[in-house]
């Protein structure tokens, strides 16, 4: 199957719709403050425009719509300045500037031959809906038409968009599901060139909905955000609750912690500054020191540093006149050589420090870290629980883990959800028990607990984790937001090492990949559960927002567009079917649909994303890895348009996408209650 291959992208502005976790800003920014960062939607020209973006390293969401015009909007988090970085690349803001629009293509000399490779409807809480997929022999240059006919005389006609990535052409489809006045029944593609093909249209995702259990089911058991030490609890309450079905598993790589090293920015950048940075983390005494500059107030002096306590101090050295003489670069220089200072300094970013600095009064440092005294400050100990009857490795074993990224707060929420409806039903619900009974579960509900601290208490976007890799020229207080790796680009399949493109080597990119395969605890605990229990057979990496269901392959070379392996075609019907039925369980919880254009292998459905982990699950180790995007488009009836929800919707909205996600992950469990090796 296909979905967004890129043409060109365009930027919409749309802020987060949940921002009461962001900390009030200053009422005067000043140079230690980073910029603020908004959610937007992106528009960039033309497919090279669109890899450009992809291979800088901006921080992409899942969501990308391709447009009737041509282009494709793809949601992102930026800064003011990132933005500006991205303009020459071609991106630009809806309302700003429009992107050119596609040349109007002429039809081929000779006829085209029309393939009709997916026609499907379905009906969700706002009404039917209508998606197709076709190709031509004249490729991308071919304007393709589709028309329907359903119940009820009903009809509608809409035009098809053409899909590139990578320079391989990949088909036409409808941008996004068109509504349809009832029930769609066949439907005709016509081209410019003269080619036809008609087609009957089927149900989707199809089949018998699932059973919704009896009256007494329980579920409904997450009532707000969770907090990584909130989730860790609820783990252990769990685990006290159901002793006999449930084990606690310390996974074994501790985090870095939600901690930072204190910094102070002395002096005026960009010329006439310094960054001082403490040997300790903030929360470890670096937070207690203090850096002043004075002047000696006699001519002829020499640049000195001392330490009295937690103060440090530099004597500037002065001129004939007794006028400080000093420069930044000097001044780093001098700290960084008086022995036993509990400090570093550096001039600010790649500015050699040539400017003379001025007495300064003394400077407190900090981690800027805003989050309670009560969130622990140590490296953090992941927990798994595992859940079953039979926790001996002779079941089944599915993998669910959430939160790789920091910023994305349902997640967590349809693991525990999931949790608590498989556990607190076992006693009274026959399918419950079978599920208990044929399976082995292991459930991680935040990957990432650093980085989704940060996101909690400090800047709600961050979507990587709290590692600091990047030297001292990129290290100032104002950069702390960009910091991180991405920990689903930090695996070993299909990697940025190996070629694969997806992921960047900047350690301020939104989707740095680290500075090896492995390098963080984060990725390595995932890997190490596959390793030790070699009975997981089946993952689920739950993500948001977008509304996707995908599997492996999920990264591409660009030259030639050389995707890992392709399951073979017995494996790709399997998890197709498999989809399908996880997809019905979803769309029972309240109408909602996942797109079939949005059903399909990584590298058909979305983009190239180079060392993530569904590949080193299912290239490594055999296990069928899924990746949920949850918080599918909600339709817009008034503007009848298809609006993105946001990684922090209002908590009804998240709470709705938590309920019927963890219908999905049940349904998962219940693929694997059935699967018998080959």
């Not at 509504?179 to 003269?194: I, N």
Request: glycine letters at 8%; aromatic letters at 8%; a negative charge.
């Amino acid at each position: 199957m296909r979905g967004l291959r890129a043409s060109s992208v365009v930027l919409v502005l749309v802020l987060s719709t949940f921002v009461a976790a962001e900390p009030s800003s200053p009422a005067v920014a000043g140079p230690a403050d980073p910029e603020p960062a908004s959610l937007v939607t992106l528009s960039v020209p033309d497919v090279a425009a669109m890899e450009r973006l992809v291979g800088s390293g901006a921080d992409l969401t899942e969501r990308i719509r391709p447009q009737p015009d041509g282009s494709i909007q793809v949601d992102a988090v930026v800064t003011p300045a990132q933005l500006a970085a991205l303009r020459p690349l071609g991106a630009t803001l809806a309302g700003e500037a429009t992107a050119p629009s596609r040349p109007q293509r002429r039809g081929a000399a000779a006829q085209d031959q029309i393939v009709i490779e997916r026609a499907v409807w379905f009906e969700s809480r706002d009404g039917y809906f209508l998606s197709v997929e076709a190709s031509s022999s004249a490729g991308a240059d071919a304007a393709l038409t589709v028309t329907w006919k359903g119940r009820k005389g009903a009809t509608g006609q809409a035009d098809l968009v053409p899909y590139v990535d990578a320079g391989a052409y990949l088909g036409h489809q409808l941008n996004a599901p068109v509504p349809a006045a009832d029930r769609p029944l066949w439907v005709t593609v016509t081209s410019a060139g003269g080619g036809t093909a008609e087609a009957r249209v089927e149900e989707w995702p199809g089949g018998e909905r699932p059973d919704r259990h009896g009256s007494g089911y329980q579920k409904d058991f997450v009532s707000h955000y969770m907090t990584p030490a909130q989730l860790n609890e609820r783990v252990k309450d769990l685990h006290r609750r159901f002793p006999d079905l449930t084990d606690v598993i310390e996974l074994p790589y501790l985090t870095n912690g939600y901690r930072r090293h204190a910094q102070a920015l002395i002096g005026t950048p960009p010329g006439a500054a310094v960054v001082v940075t403490s040997d300790a983390y903030g929360s470890e005494g670096g937070n207690d020191l203090a850096v002043e500059l004075v002047n000696p107030g006699a001519p002829g002096r020499p640049l000195a540093v001392t330490a009295n306590g937690k103060i440090i101090t530099v004597s500037l050295a002065t001129d004939a006149s007794g006028a400080p003489s000093s420069t930044a670069a000097q001044v780093a220089a001098a700290i960084n050589a008086a022995p036993g200072l509990p400090v570093k300094a550096a001039t600010y970013r790649t500015d050699p420090g040539a400017g003379v600095l001025a007495p300064v009064p003394p400077t407190q440092l900090s981690d800027f870290l805003k989050a309670p005294a009560d969130v622990s400050r140590a490296p953090a100990r992941v927990l798994a629980l595992r859940i079953g009857e039979h926790r001996d490795g002779t079941r089944p074993g599915v993998l669910a883990y959430a939160q790789e990224h920091a910023r994305e707060w349902v997640t967590p929420l349809v693991t525990v959800e999931a949790a608590e409806r498989l556990l607190r039903n076992h006693a009274a619900d026959p399918a419950t028990r079978r599920l208990l009974r044929r399976t082995d579960l292991f459930i991680v509900p935040t990957v990432n607990p650093d980085g989704a601290n940060y996101s909690f208490y400090d800047f709600n976007s961050q979507r990587k984790n709290m590692t600091n890799h990047c030297p001292a020229q990129q290290s100032d207080p104002a950069l702390r937001n960009t910091w991180g790796v991405d920990v689903n680009r930090n695996y070993a399949v299909g990697s940025l090492t190996d070629g694969y493109v997806g992921a960047s080597a900047n350690c301020q990119g939104g989707t740095y990949a680290g500075p090896s395969e492995h390098s963080e605890p984060e990725s390595r605990n995932v890997m190490w559960l596959a390793q030790r229990y070699r009975n997981i057979k089946f993952a689920m990496n739950v993500h948001s927002y977008g509304g996707y269901f995908m599997w492996p392959p999920g990264a591409y070379k660009l030259d030639g567009r050389v995707t890992l392996p392709r399951p073979t075609s017995e494996q790709e019907a399997y998890f197709m079917r498999s989809a399908r039925t996880i997809e019905r369980a979803i769309a029972a919880e309240r109408g909602t649909v996942t797109w079939p254009q949005q059903t399909g292998p990584v590298t058909d459905v979305l983009y190239s994303a180079a060392g993530n982990s569904a590949d080193e699950l299912w290239y490594d180790f055999g296990v069928f890895g899924w990746d949920f995007e949850v918080g599918s488009d909600l339709w817009n009836p008034e503007k009848r348009t298809w609006e993105g929800v946001g990684f922090q919707p209002p908590f009804s909205e998240g709470h709705a996408e938590a309920m019927e996600f963890a219908s999905g992950l049940i349904a998962l469990i219940g693929v694997a209650a059935d699967y018998r090796e080959p």
